[in-house]
């Protein structure tokens, strides 16, 4: 559930080359790691734009009929393919495997990848770019073979996904990209970090003196907080940041950050929350961390140079909007802010 202040709910950003052209109506069903580090699976092979995206990984295809890549984790890879045709179904392998936890359906994941026609050419990769790319698996976020192919990971491990079109971007392909509807497409992913849907800011934070006026925050470090407005507190007439507890990340550049919040109007009734609560029938509990824009001018353009790890608190003024006319109260929130998931100039 997001913030219900238009300066402040935001979509979630589209990685480049990445998100999916069409949703898959199909659920994921997480994928069992054997020793191959492939699941087994008895569904037909999916072949060309017009069959359903599969919905866990297919049994295992001899070696000799897939890529191979080269480097290690963290390298940018080189793919050689066979001479044989593309493999015509969602095909998994795990290159190296690491030792973090195993990676879950509505995680966000920091990686590295590189992305690759099959025996054509680099589209993309994060590797050149020299920054890590983040989005969340399992909630078709991304195209349908990183759904079903990521889940069940440990983090650390390098996989490779061959994807037929099906898996990948369908009919429409992406002309962006150069990969037309009858494409399969290659991957190479290291999965740098998992940040799962009850993942909070630094546990060690260094906790910052708290201000004696305005909305009261209470709770432990890590875990969802509770905030208050005592009543008579005024309300604020422009978006400000105060750091409840200091991080020992990297400064926040301006861009987007992931991050926890729970929000409340100046009133009290809750305004949002990303924190699942546990309790289905709990209409504001959230699906875990959101995307949210750092950028001068915006409401959380107080977040620069503020460490990753830190929790902070945000009051947004009330306004109205323009196009709409509606009114949108006040609003305090609390974030945990946890990583820099893209930079902006």
Not at 57 to 71: E, I, K, R, W
Not at 163 to 185: E, K, M, N, Q, V
Not at 199 to 208: E, F, M, S
């Amino acid at each position: 559930m997001r913030l219900r202040a238009a300066l402040v709910v935001v979509p979630l950003i589209v990685l480049p080359l990445i998100a999916a052209a069409a949703c898959s109506s199909s659920s994921s069903t997480t994928p069992t790691s054997g020793s191959s580090g492939t699941a087994s699976s008895s569904e037909p092979a999916t072949l060309g734009p017009s069959v359903p995206a599969a919905t866990a990984v297919a049994d295992p295809v001899d070696a000799a009929l897939l890529p191979t890549a080269s480097g290690a984790f963290g390298e940018k890879p080189t793919l050689t393919f066979p001479s044989t045709p593309a493999v015509p179904s969602l095909q998994r392998t795990i290159l190296s495997q690491g030792t973090g936890p195993v990676t879950q359906s509505g995680d966000w994941l920091i990686t590295n990848y590189l992305g690759q026609i099959w025996n054509g050419k680099v589209f993309d990769n994060s590797y050149d770019r020299g920054s890590t790319s983040a989005f969340q698996i399992g909630k078709g976020k991304v195209v349908p073979g990183w759904d079903v192919g990521l889940v069940g990971i440990p983090v650390g491990s390098r996989v490779l996904l061959s994807l037929p079109p099906a898996d990948g971007y369908g009919s429409a392909g992406s002309s962006s990209a150069g990969i037309a509807g009858t494409d399969t497409i290659v991957f190479v992913i290291d999965i740098v970090q998992a940040i799962g849907p009850t993942t909070g800011g630094q546990v060690d934070a260094t906790p910052q003196p708290a201000p004696a006026t305005g909305p009261q925050v209470a709770g432990a470090l890590g875990v969802m907080p509770t905030i208050t407005v005592p009543a008579g507190t005024p309300e604020p007439t422009a978006p400000t940041v105060t750091v409840l507890a200091t991080g020992t990340g990297a400064p926040i550049a301006n861009g987007n950050v992931l991050a926890q919040y729970v929000a409340v109007t100046w009133t009290g009734e809750s305004a949002g929350s990303t924190w699942p609560s546990g309790a289905a029938t709990d209409s504001s509990s959230g699906t875990g961390p959101q995307e949210l824009p750092v950028a001068a001018g915006g409401p959380f353009a107080g977040l620069a140079g503020v460490p990753l790890g830190s929790r902070v608190l945000v009051q947004v003024p009330a306004q109205t909007n323009s196009s709409t006319g509606q009114s949108q109260p006040s609003i305090a929130a609390v974030l945990d802010v946890l990583v820099q998931t893209s930079t902006s100039s």
